[in-house]
């Protein structure tokens, strides 16, 4: 599982490199027959140009320093 402080790079941009910053659960929106389907964890990155994005948690890999 990815916490806060580890170092990542999304999937489809491995050169992106970052680390997390902080983890959030966002409600999905998606409705399911049995009701309600669970939260989305969200990942925000800030990238070592400085720039911060969100990803899901299915997006990003841990980095191996």
Do not use: C
């Not at 599982?1 to 680390?19: E, H």
């Not at 959030?24 to 990942?43: N, P, T």
Request: charged share 25%.
């Amino acid at each position: 599982m990815l916490r806060v402080g580890d170092r990542v790079f999304p999937i489809m941009n491995m050169g992106a490199t970052g680390t997390i910053v902080d983890v959030k659960l966002v409600e999905s929106g998606a409705w399911m027959i049995g009701g309600a389907s669970s939260k989305i964890r969200k990942l925000i990155v800030k990238h070592d140009d400085n720039q911060i994005l969100e990803y899901t948690s299915n997006d990003l890999m841990r980095l191996d320093d």
